[in-house]
Nanobody, 117 residues
Framework: QVQLVESGGGLVQPGGSLRLSCAASGFTFSTYAMRWYRQAPGKERELVAGISSFGGVTSYADSVKGRFTISRDNAKNTVFLQMNNLKPEDTAVYYC??????????WGQGTMVTVSS
């Protein structure tokens, strides 16, 4: 019953923007911190951004700070990642993660983001 479905990925030119969405169901979304991770081919998965359960606290990897913004709409059980000024180094599969007290977590299948001229 638990489901996280990412969408919004695609091909974009350097300097362009994309907004990723993650729709959640099957658990109490508002009690979970939400995070976005990414993984490039041959590389380990890295944390990109996180947001607390009610949206009051956000955090970002140094590589994306100032360019990416994480947000959530608990009424719609959805978390977003607005990505601006995209760079080729941002190319990766982006994954949505729900985390409850660092004890229980759920993962989506991922959505591919390709930044290329």
């Amino acid at each position: 019953q638990v489901q996280l479905v990412e969408s919004g990925g695609g091909l974009v030119q350097p300097g362009g923007s994309l907004r990723l969405s993650c729709a959640a169901s099957g658990f109490t979304f508002s009690t979970y911190a939400m995070r976005w991770y990414r993984q490039a081919p041959g590389k380990e998965r890295e944390l990109v951004a996180g947001i607390s359960s009610f949206g009051g606290v956000t955090s970002y990897a140094d590589s994306v700070k100032g360019r990416f913004t994480i947000s959530r709409d608990n009424a719609k059980n959805t978390v977003f990642l607005q990505m601006n000024n995209l760079k080729p180094e941002d190319t990766a599969v982006y994954y949505c993660n729900a985390d409850w007290g660092s004890v229980r977590s759920y993962w989506g299948q991922g959505t591919m983001v390709t930044v290329s001229s």
